[in-house]
Protein backbone atom coordinates (compact mmCIF):
# COMPACT_ATOMS: atom_id res chain seq x y z
CA UNK A 1 0.00 0.00 0.00
CA UNK A 2 2.78 2.13 0.77
CA UNK A 3 4.58 1.76 -2.26
CA UNK A 4 1.62 2.30 -4.28
CA UNK A 5 0.96 5.61 -2.55
CA UNK A 6 4.76 6.91 -3.31
CA UNK A 7 4.50 5.84 -7.09
CA UNK A 8 1.73 7.58 -7.29
CA UNK A 9 3.13 10.41 -6.19
CA UNK A 10 6.42 10.23 -8.13
CA UNK A 11 3.76 9.68 -11.18
CA UNK A 12 1.88 13.31 -10.23
CA UNK A 13 5.21 14.70 -9.32
CA UNK A 14 6.71 13.87 -12.65
CA UNK A 15 3.48 15.25 -14.62
CA UNK A 16 3.57 18.43 -12.91
CA UNK A 17 7.27 18.55 -13.98
CA UNK A 18 6.15 17.86 -17.87
CA UNK A 19 3.16 20.18 -17.92
CA UNK A 20 5.85 22.73 -16.43
CA UNK A 21 8.97 21.89 -18.73
CA UNK A 22 5.91 22.21 -21.55
CA UNK A 23 4.97 26.07 -20.33
CA UNK A 24 8.52 26.77 -20.06
CA UNK A 25 8.96 25.35 -23.91
CA UNK A 26 6.01 27.34 -24.85
CA UNK A 27 7.38 30.49 -23.17
CA UNK A 28 10.77 30.18 -24.70
CA UNK A 29 9.53 29.64 -28.21
CA UNK A 30 7.48 32.65 -27.95
CA UNK A 31 10.32 34.91 -26.67
CA UNK A 32 10.23 38.25 -25.32
CA UNK A 33 7.28 40.16 -27.00
CA UNK A 34 8.61 43.40 -26.74
CA UNK A 35 12.49 44.72 -26.88
CA UNK A 36 14.83 46.47 -29.16
CA UNK A 37 17.76 45.86 -31.10
CA UNK A 38 20.64 48.26 -31.67
CA UNK A 39 21.16 49.33 -35.41
CA UNK A 40 22.83 51.23 -37.65
CA UNK A 41 21.24 54.76 -37.32
CA UNK A 42 21.57 55.77 -40.62
CA UNK A 43 19.37 52.60 -41.25
CA UNK A 44 16.35 53.72 -37.94
CA UNK A 45 16.32 56.86 -39.84
CA UNK A 46 15.67 55.66 -43.22
CA UNK A 47 13.00 53.95 -42.13
CA UNK A 48 11.23 56.54 -39.84
CA UNK A 49 11.31 59.16 -42.81
CA UNK A 50 10.60 56.47 -45.51
CA UNK A 51 7.38 57.34 -47.13
CA UNK A 52 5.43 56.65 -50.69
CA UNK A 53 7.28 59.27 -52.82
CA UNK A 54 10.77 58.03 -51.18
CA UNK A 55 10.52 54.00 -50.67
CA UNK A 56 7.12 53.52 -52.62
CA UNK A 57 5.20 52.14 -49.16
CA UNK A 58 3.38 53.89 -46.52
CA UNK A 59 5.14 56.46 -44.23
CA UNK A 60 4.96 55.63 -40.69
CA UNK A 61 2.44 58.18 -40.02
CA UNK A 62 -0.01 56.64 -42.61
CA UNK A 63 1.01 52.85 -41.39
CA UNK A 64 -0.18 53.73 -38.14
CA UNK A 65 -3.56 55.30 -39.08
CA UNK A 66 -4.06 52.14 -41.16
CA UNK A 67 -3.21 50.35 -38.30
CA UNK A 68 -5.85 52.48 -35.71
CA UNK A 69 -8.65 51.61 -37.97
CA UNK A 70 -7.92 48.23 -38.74
CA UNK A 71 -7.14 48.64 -42.73
CA UNK A 72 -3.83 47.50 -43.08
CA UNK A 73 -4.73 44.25 -43.86
CA UNK A 74 -7.39 45.27 -46.25
CA UNK A 75 -5.10 48.18 -47.64
CA UNK A 76 -2.92 45.45 -49.24
CA UNK A 77 -5.71 43.35 -50.54
CA UNK A 78 -8.02 45.45 -51.41
CA UNK A 79 -6.68 48.54 -51.75
CA UNK A 80 -9.66 50.66 -53.51
CA UNK A 81 -12.20 49.57 -50.61
CA UNK A 82 -9.50 50.45 -47.58
CA UNK A 83 -9.42 53.88 -49.20
CA UNK A 84 -13.49 54.35 -49.52
CA UNK A 85 -13.76 53.33 -45.91
CA UNK A 86 -11.06 55.83 -45.18
CA UNK A 87 -12.61 58.52 -46.63
CA UNK A 88 -15.45 57.65 -45.42
CA UNK A 89 -13.88 58.37 -41.83
CA UNK A 90 -11.91 60.96 -42.82
CA UNK A 91 -15.21 62.98 -43.96
CA UNK A 92 -16.90 62.16 -40.67
CA UNK A 93 -14.24 62.83 -38.24
CA UNK A 94 -12.68 65.75 -40.12
CA UNK A 95 -9.48 64.48 -38.73
CA UNK A 96 -6.40 65.89 -40.85
CA UNK A 97 -4.43 63.31 -40.30
CA UNK A 98 -6.70 61.17 -41.97
CA UNK A 99 -6.26 63.18 -44.40
CA UNK A 100 -2.49 62.92 -45.19
CA UNK A 101 -3.21 59.34 -45.00
CA UNK A 102 -5.48 59.54 -48.22
CA UNK A 103 -3.11 61.42 -50.02
CA UNK A 104 0.01 59.10 -49.71
CA UNK A 105 -2.36 56.01 -49.97
CA UNK A 106 -4.17 57.51 -53.06
CA UNK A 107 -0.18 58.35 -54.44
CA UNK A 108 0.77 54.80 -53.63
CA UNK A 109 -2.61 52.81 -55.24
CA UNK A 110 -2.09 55.65 -58.02
CA UNK A 111 1.59 54.35 -59.19
CA UNK A 112 0.81 50.73 -58.63
CA UNK A 113 -2.32 50.94 -61.14
CA UNK A 114 -1.16 53.98 -63.01
CA UNK A 115 -4.65 55.15 -63.37
CA UNK A 116 -4.48 58.74 -62.74
CA UNK A 117 -7.81 59.62 -61.31
CA UNK A 118 -5.91 58.58 -57.73
CA UNK A 119 -2.95 61.24 -58.79
CA UNK A 120 -5.52 63.32 -58.86
CA UNK A 121 -7.13 62.37 -55.97
CA UNK A 122 -3.96 62.75 -54.20
CA UNK A 123 -3.41 66.16 -54.96
CA UNK A 124 -6.89 67.07 -53.51
CA UNK A 125 -6.47 65.01 -50.68
CA UNK A 126 -2.78 66.79 -49.97
CA UNK A 127 -4.11 70.60 -50.24
CA UNK A 128 -7.31 69.45 -47.37
CA UNK A 129 -4.51 68.57 -45.35
CA UNK A 130 -1.72 71.59 -45.88
CA UNK A 131 -5.06 74.31 -46.21
CA UNK A 132 -7.72 73.31 -44.40
CA UNK A 133 -8.27 74.02 -40.50
CA UNK A 134 -4.97 74.86 -38.41
CA UNK A 135 -1.75 74.34 -40.77
CA UNK A 136 -0.02 71.56 -39.46
CA UNK A 137 3.45 71.44 -37.05
CA UNK A 138 5.76 72.86 -39.44
CA UNK A 139 8.31 70.24 -37.24
CA UNK A 140 6.25 67.70 -38.52
CA UNK A 141 7.45 65.91 -41.86
CA UNK A 142 4.17 65.38 -43.08
CA UNK A 143 3.98 68.78 -44.18
CA UNK A 144 7.22 68.44 -47.06
CA UNK A 145 6.14 65.13 -47.54
CA UNK A 146 2.42 66.43 -48.30
CA UNK A 147 3.31 69.17 -50.53
CA UNK A 148 5.62 66.89 -52.03
CA UNK A 149 2.27 64.52 -52.61
CA UNK A 150 0.29 67.73 -54.21
CA UNK A 151 2.99 68.33 -56.55
CA UNK A 152 3.36 64.92 -58.02
CA UNK A 153 -0.43 64.11 -57.79
CA UNK A 154 -0.60 67.11 -60.17
CA UNK A 155 2.52 66.36 -62.41
CA UNK A 156 0.95 62.87 -62.81
CA UNK A 157 -2.46 63.76 -62.92
CA UNK A 158 -2.63 65.82 -65.90
CA UNK A 159 0.46 63.89 -67.56
CA UNK A 160 0.32 63.65 -71.44
CA UNK A 161 -0.28 59.65 -72.69
CA UNK A 162 3.53 59.39 -72.96
CA UNK A 163 4.65 60.76 -69.62
CA UNK A 164 7.15 63.26 -71.19
CA UNK A 165 4.69 66.40 -70.61
CA UNK A 166 2.32 67.93 -68.43
CA UNK A 167 -0.71 68.47 -70.67
CA UNK A 168 -2.47 72.09 -68.91
CA UNK A 169 -5.87 72.26 -70.30
CA UNK A 170 -9.39 73.18 -68.63
CA UNK A 171 -12.00 70.44 -68.69
CA UNK A 172 -13.94 67.08 -67.17
CA UNK A 173 -11.48 64.43 -65.05
CA UNK A 174 -12.33 61.86 -63.11
CA UNK A 175 -11.83 60.96 -59.86
CA UNK A 176 -12.35 57.90 -57.80
CA UNK A 177 -14.81 59.17 -56.26
CA UNK A 178 -16.52 61.28 -59.12
CA UNK A 179 -15.28 64.16 -60.87
CA UNK A 180 -12.90 66.63 -61.56
CA UNK A 181 -13.89 69.97 -63.12
CA UNK A 182 -10.94 72.30 -63.97
CA UNK A 183 -10.88 75.90 -65.22
CA UNK A 184 -7.65 77.02 -66.91
CA UNK A 185 -7.22 80.39 -68.69
CA UNK A 186 -5.37 79.82 -72.20
CA UNK A 187 -3.80 83.28 -71.98
CA UNK A 188 -1.76 82.50 -69.18
CA UNK A 189 0.47 80.30 -71.80
CA UNK A 190 1.17 83.85 -73.68
CA UNK A 191 4.35 84.89 -72.65
CA UNK A 192 6.23 88.00 -73.97
CA UNK A 193 4.75 87.42 -77.19
CA UNK A 194 5.48 83.75 -77.42
CA UNK A 195 3.49 80.44 -76.48
CA UNK A 196 4.54 78.24 -73.98
CA UNK A 197 4.20 74.63 -74.78
CA UNK A 198 5.60 71.00 -74.20
CA UNK A 199 5.84 71.64 -70.33
CA UNK A 200 8.40 69.29 -68.97
CA UNK A 201 8.08 67.84 -65.62
CA UNK A 202 11.97 68.50 -64.62
CA UNK A 203 11.41 66.74 -61.34
CA UNK A 204 12.00 63.93 -63.31
CA UNK A 205 14.96 64.92 -65.14
CA UNK A 206 18.75 63.66 -63.73
CA UNK A 207 20.70 66.98 -64.40
CA UNK A 208 24.06 66.59 -66.19
CA UNK A 209 27.25 68.52 -66.66
CA UNK A 210 26.49 71.18 -63.93
CA UNK A 211 27.87 70.94 -60.34
CA UNK A 212 25.25 72.38 -58.22
CA UNK A 213 21.67 72.16 -58.72
CA UNK A 214 18.96 74.24 -57.33
CA UNK A 215 15.35 74.12 -56.86
CA UNK A 216 13.39 76.20 -54.82
CA UNK A 217 10.92 74.26 -52.36
CA UNK A 218 7.10 75.25 -52.17
CA UNK A 219 3.91 74.40 -53.75
CA UNK A 220 2.92 73.04 -57.44
CA UNK A 221 3.75 71.33 -59.81
CA UNK A 222 7.56 72.73 -61.36
CA UNK A 223 7.80 72.25 -65.03
CA UNK A 224 10.38 73.65 -67.70
CA UNK A 225 8.11 75.22 -70.67
CA UNK A 226 9.34 75.56 -74.11
CA UNK A 227 9.34 79.67 -74.78
CA UNK A 228 11.40 79.53 -78.38
CA UNK A 229 10.04 81.36 -81.13
CA UNK A 230 8.44 79.71 -84.68
CA UNK A 231 11.77 79.82 -86.28
CA UNK A 232 14.44 79.99 -83.77
CA UNK A 233 17.34 79.87 -86.34
CA UNK A 234 16.62 83.08 -88.11
CA UNK A 235 14.90 84.98 -85.31
CA UNK A 236 16.91 87.95 -83.88
CA UNK A 237 15.09 89.02 -81.38
CA UNK A 238 16.69 90.23 -77.95
CA UNK A 239 15.47 86.83 -75.43
CA UNK A 240 16.79 83.63 -76.35
CA UNK A 241 15.17 81.99 -79.13
CA UNK A 242 15.15 78.89 -77.86
CA UNK A 243 14.57 79.85 -74.36
CA UNK A 244 13.02 77.57 -71.83
CA UNK A 245 11.59 79.09 -68.48
CA UNK A 246 10.89 77.32 -64.87
CA UNK A 247 6.74 77.56 -64.20
CA UNK A 248 4.92 76.23 -61.77
CA UNK A 249 1.42 74.72 -62.38
CA UNK A 250 -1.10 74.75 -59.23
CA UNK A 251 -4.61 73.19 -58.76
CA UNK A 252 -6.57 75.33 -56.78
CA UNK A 253 -9.52 74.46 -54.95
CA UNK A 254 -12.23 75.99 -52.50
CA UNK A 255 -13.69 74.14 -49.35
CA UNK A 256 -12.24 70.94 -50.79
CA UNK A 257 -13.99 69.01 -48.25
CA UNK A 258 -17.18 69.91 -48.85
CA UNK A 259 -16.55 68.98 -52.63
CA UNK A 260 -14.97 65.86 -51.94
CA UNK A 261 -17.62 65.19 -50.38
CA UNK A 262 -20.17 66.21 -52.87
CA UNK A 263 -18.45 63.50 -55.63
CA UNK A 264 -18.23 66.98 -57.50
CA UNK A 265 -14.91 68.82 -57.26
CA UNK A 266 -14.70 72.41 -59.51
CA UNK A 267 -10.99 73.71 -59.29
CA UNK A 268 -8.76 76.10 -61.27
CA UNK A 269 -5.24 75.17 -62.56
CA UNK A 270 -3.27 78.46 -62.48
CA UNK A 271 0.32 78.33 -64.75
CA UNK A 272 2.49 81.00 -62.69
CA UNK A 273 5.81 82.27 -64.86
CA UNK A 274 8.07 84.57 -64.68
CA UNK A 275 8.01 87.20 -63.50
CA UNK A 276 5.02 86.18 -61.27
CA UNK A 277 5.11 86.57 -57.45
CA UNK A 278 7.80 83.73 -56.08
CA UNK A 279 4.91 83.16 -53.54
CA UNK A 280 1.20 82.62 -53.07
CA UNK A 281 -1.10 83.76 -50.43
CA UNK A 282 -3.15 80.64 -49.61
CA UNK A 283 -5.37 79.93 -46.50
CA UNK A 284 -3.80 83.10 -45.10
CA UNK A 285 -0.28 81.37 -45.17
CA UNK A 286 2.47 82.99 -47.87
CA UNK A 287 3.33 79.90 -49.60
CA UNK A 288 6.29 79.95 -51.79
CA UNK A 289 6.44 78.44 -55.88
CA UNK A 290 7.87 75.31 -55.92
CA UNK A 291 10.85 76.11 -59.06
CA UNK A 292 13.17 73.90 -61.01
CA UNK A 293 15.98 76.36 -61.82
CA UNK A 294 19.26 74.32 -62.87
CA UNK A 295 16.89 71.38 -64.66
CA UNK A 296 14.96 73.92 -66.86
CA UNK A 297 18.67 75.52 -67.56
CA UNK A 298 20.03 72.37 -68.28
CA UNK A 299 17.13 70.74 -70.30
CA UNK A 300 17.34 73.96 -72.16
CA UNK A 301 21.46 73.43 -73.00
CA UNK A 302 20.35 69.52 -73.43
CA UNK A 303 18.05 71.35 -76.34
CA UNK A 304 20.60 73.70 -77.85
CA UNK A 305 22.36 73.44 -80.81
CA UNK A 306 24.91 75.86 -79.44
CA UNK A 307 27.58 73.07 -78.66
CA UNK A 308 27.63 72.50 -82.38
CA UNK A 309 27.40 75.90 -83.44
CA UNK A 310 31.23 76.74 -81.87
CA UNK A 311 33.02 75.47 -84.35
CA UNK A 312 31.25 76.68 -87.14
CA UNK A 313 31.04 80.33 -85.70
CA UNK A 314 34.62 80.51 -85.52
CA UNK A 315 35.25 79.65 -88.51
CA UNK A 316 32.77 82.23 -89.93
CA UNK A 317 30.19 79.50 -91.53
CA UNK A 318 27.60 80.31 -88.96
CA UNK A 319 25.40 83.26 -90.29
CA UNK A 320 23.69 83.60 -87.03
CA UNK A 321 27.15 85.30 -85.39
CA UNK A 322 28.22 87.12 -88.28
CA UNK A 323 27.06 90.35 -87.11
CA UNK A 324 26.92 89.44 -83.12
CA UNK A 325 23.97 88.54 -81.24
CA UNK A 326 22.96 89.68 -77.73
CA UNK A 327 20.83 86.95 -76.16
CA UNK A 328 18.99 87.45 -72.90
CA UNK A 329 17.32 84.67 -70.80
CA UNK A 330 14.22 87.09 -69.25
CA UNK A 331 12.95 90.53 -70.49
CA UNK A 332 14.29 93.50 -68.97
CA UNK A 333 13.42 94.77 -65.64
CA UNK A 334 13.88 98.27 -64.57
CA UNK A 335 16.09 98.31 -61.60
CA UNK A 336 18.20 95.31 -62.34
CA UNK A 337 21.82 95.70 -64.05
CA UNK A 338 22.71 93.88 -67.22
CA UNK A 339 25.95 91.72 -66.40
CA UNK A 340 26.95 90.69 -69.80
CA UNK A 341 29.05 87.49 -70.54
CA UNK A 342 31.47 87.31 -73.65
CA UNK A 343 32.93 84.28 -74.41
CA UNK A 344 35.97 83.43 -76.03
CA UNK A 345 37.64 81.60 -78.95
CA UNK A 346 35.90 78.28 -80.55
CA UNK A 347 33.36 79.09 -77.71
CA UNK A 348 29.85 79.81 -77.10
CA UNK A 349 27.33 81.56 -74.17
CA UNK A 350 26.63 77.88 -73.13
CA UNK A 351 30.44 77.40 -71.48
CA UNK A 352 28.80 80.14 -68.79
CA UNK A 353 26.11 77.42 -67.43
CA UNK A 354 27.90 76.64 -64.60
CA UNK A 355 28.78 80.34 -63.33
CA UNK A 356 24.84 81.92 -64.27
CA UNK A 357 23.17 78.74 -62.69
CA UNK A 358 25.21 79.43 -58.99
CA UNK A 359 25.08 83.49 -59.47
CA UNK A 360 21.31 83.67 -60.70
CA UNK A 361 20.31 81.16 -57.99
CA UNK A 362 21.56 83.37 -55.56
CA UNK A 363 18.94 85.96 -54.24
CA UNK A 364 21.00 88.90 -53.53
CA UNK A 365 22.82 88.54 -57.23
CA UNK A 366 19.24 87.34 -58.65
CA UNK A 367 17.33 90.89 -57.33
CA UNK A 368 20.09 93.19 -58.65
CA UNK A 369 21.29 91.59 -61.74
CA UNK A 370 20.19 90.36 -65.11
CA UNK A 371 22.62 87.56 -67.20
CA UNK A 372 23.12 88.82 -71.36
CA UNK A 373 25.17 87.57 -73.21
CA UNK A 374 27.28 87.80 -76.53
CA UNK A 375 27.38 85.88 -78.95
CA UNK A 376 30.20 86.32 -82.20
CA UNK A 377 31.85 84.69 -84.91
CA UNK A 378 35.34 84.17 -82.96
CA UNK A 379 37.85 83.59 -85.72
CA UNK A 380 37.01 87.27 -87.12
CA UNK A 381 39.28 90.31 -86.45
CA UNK A 382 38.86 91.77 -82.72
CA UNK A 383 38.74 95.13 -83.77
CA UNK A 384 35.73 94.11 -85.46
CA UNK A 385 33.72 91.64 -83.09
CA UNK A 386 34.42 94.37 -80.43
CA UNK A 387 32.51 96.99 -82.71
CA UNK A 388 29.75 94.31 -83.31
CA UNK A 389 29.62 93.81 -79.19
CA UNK A 390 30.17 97.75 -78.44
CA UNK A 391 27.00 98.34 -81.30
CA UNK A 392 24.67 95.40 -79.89
CA UNK A 393 25.14 96.75 -76.03
CA UNK A 394 24.41 100.74 -76.99
CA UNK A 395 21.32 99.28 -79.59
CA UNK A 396 20.23 97.95 -76.53
CA UNK A 397 20.46 100.31 -74.06
CA UNK A 398 18.66 103.10 -76.56
CA UNK A 399 15.52 100.28 -77.53
CA UNK A 400 15.27 99.46 -73.48
CA UNK A 401 15.58 102.72 -72.23
CA UNK A 402 14.80 105.28 -74.54
CA UNK A 403 13.84 107.95 -71.70
CA UNK A 404 17.23 107.03 -69.94
CA UNK A 405 15.27 106.94 -67.18
CA UNK A 406 16.56 103.71 -65.83
CA UNK A 407 19.77 104.46 -63.96
CA UNK A 408 20.50 100.42 -63.52
CA UNK A 409 21.09 99.70 -66.96
CA UNK A 410 23.42 102.32 -66.99
CA UNK A 411 25.00 100.54 -64.31
CA UNK A 412 26.36 97.30 -66.09
CA UNK A 413 29.06 94.74 -65.75
CA UNK A 414 30.86 93.10 -68.84
CA UNK A 415 32.89 89.86 -68.12
CA UNK A 416 35.03 88.48 -70.94
CA UNK A 417 36.57 85.07 -71.16
CA UNK A 418 40.01 85.01 -72.83
CA UNK A 419 39.73 86.67 -76.23
CA UNK A 420 36.00 88.06 -74.71
CA UNK A 421 38.41 89.91 -72.48
CA UNK A 422 39.95 91.63 -74.61
CA UNK A 423 36.96 92.60 -76.75
CA UNK A 424 35.27 93.54 -73.08
CA UNK A 425 38.45 95.86 -72.57
CA UNK A 426 37.42 97.54 -75.94
CA UNK A 427 33.62 98.61 -74.32
CA UNK A 428 36.31 101.36 -71.55
CA UNK A 429 38.95 102.40 -73.95
CA UNK A 430 39.33 105.46 -75.70
CA UNK A 431 41.93 104.83 -78.70
CA UNK A 432 42.10 107.89 -81.17
CA UNK A 433 43.54 107.25 -84.23
CA UNK A 434 46.04 104.08 -82.57
CA UNK A 435 44.59 101.22 -84.43
CA UNK A 436 43.87 103.11 -88.03
CA UNK A 437 47.79 103.85 -87.66
CA UNK A 438 48.85 100.34 -87.10
CA UNK A 439 46.97 99.58 -90.60
CA UNK A 440 47.59 102.74 -92.49
CA UNK A 441 50.21 105.50 -92.83
CA UNK A 442 47.45 107.19 -94.75
CA UNK A 443 45.77 109.88 -92.81
CA UNK A 444 41.99 108.85 -92.27
CA UNK A 445 40.31 111.75 -93.73
CA UNK A 446 42.50 111.29 -96.64
CA UNK A 447 41.35 108.41 -97.66
CA UNK A 448 38.57 108.15 -100.31
CA UNK A 449 35.72 105.98 -99.57
CA UNK A 450 31.83 106.99 -99.47
CA UNK A 451 29.82 108.45 -96.70
CA UNK A 452 28.75 104.46 -95.63
CA UNK A 453 32.07 103.52 -95.51
CA UNK A 454 33.43 106.38 -93.36
CA UNK A 455 30.97 105.76 -90.95
CA UNK A 456 31.20 101.79 -90.19
CA UNK A 457 35.27 102.41 -90.57
CA UNK A 458 35.46 105.42 -87.98
CA UNK A 459 32.80 102.98 -86.00
CA UNK A 460 35.41 100.14 -86.15
CA UNK A 461 38.75 101.26 -85.39
CA UNK A 462 38.01 104.14 -83.48
CA UNK A 463 37.02 103.21 -80.24
CA UNK A 464 35.23 105.18 -77.57
CA UNK A 465 34.17 103.73 -74.11
CA UNK A 466 30.85 103.19 -73.61
CA UNK A 467 29.36 105.38 -71.11
CA UNK A 468 27.05 103.15 -69.57
CA UNK A 469 29.48 99.92 -69.06
CA UNK A 470 30.69 100.86 -65.59
CA UNK A 471 32.74 97.92 -64.54
CA UNK A 472 34.60 95.17 -66.44
CA UNK A 473 35.83 91.89 -65.15
CA UNK A 474 38.89 89.92 -67.16
CA UNK A 475 39.26 86.14 -66.89
CA UNK A 476 42.16 84.16 -68.23
CA UNK A 477 42.51 87.32 -70.46
CA UNK A 478 45.15 87.71 -72.78
CA UNK A 479 46.05 91.28 -73.13
CA UNK A 480 49.79 91.06 -74.31
CA UNK A 481 49.25 88.11 -76.47
CA UNK A 482 48.94 83.92 -75.92
CA UNK A 483 51.70 81.82 -76.73
CA UNK A 484 49.68 79.20 -78.54
CA UNK A 485 48.72 82.22 -80.96
CA UNK A 486 52.43 82.77 -81.37
CA UNK A 487 52.55 79.56 -83.25
CA UNK A 488 52.43 80.05 -87.08
CA UNK A 489 51.78 76.88 -88.45
CA UNK A 490 48.16 77.10 -86.01
CA UNK A 491 47.55 80.51 -87.61
CA UNK A 492 48.12 80.24 -91.14
CA UNK A 493 46.26 76.21 -90.91
CA UNK A 494 43.09 78.69 -89.43
CA UNK A 495 43.26 81.56 -91.56
CA UNK A 496 42.60 79.52 -95.22
CA UNK A 497 39.87 78.05 -93.34
CA UNK A 498 38.32 81.55 -91.53
CA UNK A 499 35.48 83.16 -93.62
CA UNK A 500 34.94 86.98 -93.07
CA UNK A 501 31.43 88.33 -92.68
CA UNK A 502 30.42 89.96 -96.01
CA UNK A 503 30.53 92.93 -94.67
CA UNK A 504 33.97 93.16 -93.78
CA UNK A 505 35.15 91.58 -96.91
CA UNK A 506 33.33 94.58 -98.70
CA UNK A 507 34.70 97.22 -96.67
CA UNK A 508 38.40 96.29 -97.27
CA UNK A 509 38.27 95.21 -101.18
CA UNK A 510 36.40 98.70 -101.88
CA UNK A 511 39.02 100.77 -99.69
CA UNK A 512 41.70 98.87 -101.48
CA UNK A 513 40.31 99.54 -104.91
CA UNK A 514 40.07 102.90 -104.42
CA UNK A 515 43.40 103.68 -102.25
CA UNK A 516 45.74 101.03 -103.40
CA UNK A 517 48.07 102.35 -100.91
CA UNK A 518 45.99 102.21 -98.10
CA UNK A 519 47.65 99.42 -95.86
CA UNK A 520 50.94 99.42 -94.72
CA UNK A 521 53.18 96.71 -96.21
CA UNK A 522 53.54 94.66 -92.93
CA UNK A 523 49.94 94.20 -91.84
CA UNK A 524 49.77 90.60 -92.31
CA UNK A 525 46.63 88.91 -91.87
CA UNK A 526 44.15 90.26 -89.04
CA UNK A 527 42.26 86.63 -88.33
CA UNK A 528 41.40 86.34 -84.59
CA UNK A 529 44.41 84.25 -83.88
CA UNK A 530 46.69 86.91 -85.66
CA UNK A 531 45.48 89.32 -83.19
CA UNK A 532 46.55 87.24 -80.30
CA UNK A 533 50.40 86.92 -81.52
CA UNK A 534 51.94 88.40 -78.99
CA UNK A 535 54.31 90.53 -81.98
CA UNK A 536 50.94 91.44 -83.23
CA UNK A 537 50.31 95.40 -83.87
CA UNK A 538 47.12 94.92 -82.91
CA UNK A 539 47.43 93.02 -79.49
CA UNK A 540 50.49 95.32 -78.51
CA UNK A 541 48.13 98.32 -78.98
CA UNK A 542 45.69 97.81 -76.97
CA UNK A 543 47.86 96.46 -73.83
CA UNK A 544 49.23 100.30 -73.81
CA UNK A 545 45.60 101.79 -73.55
CA UNK A 546 44.54 102.45 -70.12
CA UNK A 547 40.89 101.67 -68.96
CA UNK A 548 38.34 105.04 -69.02
CA UNK A 549 38.60 106.88 -65.78
CA UNK A 550 35.38 106.14 -63.57
CA UNK A 551 35.24 102.15 -64.63
CA UNK A 552 36.14 100.21 -62.32
CA UNK A 553 38.36 96.32 -63.44
CA UNK A 554 39.13 93.41 -61.74
CA UNK A 555 41.65 90.36 -63.23
CA UNK A 556 41.21 86.77 -62.46
CA UNK A 557 43.90 84.69 -63.92
CA UNK A 558 44.23 80.94 -64.12
CA UNK A 559 47.41 79.20 -63.19
CA UNK A 560 48.03 75.87 -63.99
CA UNK A 561 49.51 72.89 -61.23
CA UNK A 562 51.41 74.60 -57.85
CA UNK A 563 54.76 76.32 -59.30
CA UNK A 564 55.44 79.94 -59.09
CA UNK A 565 52.91 81.94 -60.11
CA UNK A 566 54.95 84.95 -62.03
CA UNK A 567 55.96 81.99 -64.37
CA UNK A 568 53.02 80.02 -65.04
CA UNK A 569 50.45 79.94 -67.52
CA UNK A 570 46.69 77.70 -67.71
CA UNK A 571 47.88 76.12 -70.87
CA UNK A 572 47.27 79.31 -73.31
CA UNK A 573 47.93 82.53 -71.40
CA UNK A 574 50.78 83.31 -69.63
CA UNK A 575 50.25 84.86 -66.00
CA UNK A 576 52.38 87.48 -67.20
CA UNK A 577 50.08 88.20 -70.29
CA UNK A 578 47.43 88.31 -68.11
CA UNK A 579 48.83 90.47 -65.28
CA UNK A 580 48.03 94.14 -65.32
CA UNK A 581 48.19 97.17 -63.47
CA UNK A 582 45.63 99.11 -62.38
CA UNK A 583 43.06 96.49 -61.58
CA UNK A 584 40.79 96.65 -58.00
CA UNK A 585 41.62 93.44 -57.33
CA UNK A 586 43.63 90.61 -59.12
CA UNK A 587 42.29 86.97 -57.92
CA UNK A 588 44.76 84.11 -58.99
CA UNK A 589 43.03 80.52 -59.42
CA UNK A 590 45.37 76.99 -60.07
CA UNK A 591 43.26 76.04 -62.97
CA UNK A 592 43.22 75.41 -66.62
CA UNK A 593 41.99 78.18 -69.36
CA UNK A 594 38.80 77.02 -68.78
CA UNK A 595 37.71 78.09 -65.72
CA UNK A 596 34.54 79.42 -66.06
CA UNK A 597 33.32 76.65 -63.99
CA UNK A 598 35.54 76.88 -61.48
CA UNK A 599 34.35 77.15 -57.73
CA UNK A 600 37.17 79.98 -56.88
CA UNK A 601 36.49 81.39 -59.93
CA UNK A 602 32.83 81.71 -59.25
CA UNK A 603 33.40 82.78 -55.73
CA UNK A 604 35.21 85.57 -56.78
CA UNK A 605 32.64 87.17 -59.56
CA UNK A 606 30.11 86.79 -57.03
CA UNK A 607 32.08 88.61 -55.00
CA UNK A 608 32.66 91.23 -57.14
CA UNK A 609 29.12 91.76 -58.07
CA UNK A 610 27.66 92.30 -55.05
CA UNK A 611 30.31 94.62 -54.11
CA UNK A 612 29.21 96.33 -57.35
CA UNK A 613 25.46 96.55 -56.36
CA UNK A 614 26.38 97.86 -52.91
CA UNK A 615 27.92 100.88 -54.09
CA UNK A 616 25.76 101.27 -57.57
CA UNK A 617 24.12 104.59 -57.63
CA UNK A 618 20.99 102.62 -58.44
CA UNK A 619 18.67 100.73 -56.50
CA UNK A 620 17.22 97.29 -56.59
CA UNK A 621 13.62 99.51 -58.35
CA UNK A 622 15.19 101.29 -60.70
CA UNK A 623 14.87 104.96 -60.84
Same mark, same amino acid.
Given at each position: ? %? ?10 ? !? ?44 ? =? ?5 ? &? ?21 ? *? ?47 ? /? ?59 ? +? ?8 ? =???? /? ?33 ? *? ?64 ? =? ?87 ? &? ?7 ? #?? +? ?15 ? @? ?11 ? &? ?9 ? !????? @????? !? ?6 ? /? ?36 ? #? ?7 ? %?? #? ?64 ? #? ?18 ? =? ?14
Amino acid at each position: M %AITLRVRGIRRL !LQGCVFLAGLLLVAGCVGVPVGVTRADPRTVHRNLTANALTVGEPS =LDTQNAL &DRLNLAETFDSEPVQALAKLREL *ALASGENDLYFALAELSFLHAERSRDHSWHRAAALYAWSYLFTGEPPDP /FDPRWRTAADLYNRGITEGFSSPDGKTVELRGGEFTLPFGQLDVDFDESSLDWNGRRLRNF +IPVADLEVHG =LNSR /FRTPGIGAPLAADAAVEDPDHSKEFIAPRLKIPTT *AVLVVDDVRKQIAAGRVHARLDLHSDPDPEALLIAGQHVPLEREQTATLAAMLADSPVWKQELQAF =LGTLTQAAEGRLIALTPHRPGRIPVVFVHGTNSSPGRWAEMVNVLDNDPRIHSRYEPWFFFYNSGNPILYSSYLLRSKLSEAVATLDPS &DRDACLRDM #VV +IGHSQGGLLTKMTVVDS @GDRFWRNISKRPF &DEVRMDDSQRA !LARQV @GFVKP !LPFVRRVV /FIATPHRGSFLASWDLVRRLFARLLSFPQRVTQLTTSL #VTANPDIFA %AD #VGSVTALDNMDPRHRFVRTLSEIPIAPGVAANSIIPVKGDGPIETGNDGVVEYSSAHIDGVESEKV #VRSDHSTQSNPETIEEVRRI =LLLHAAAAPCNAKGR
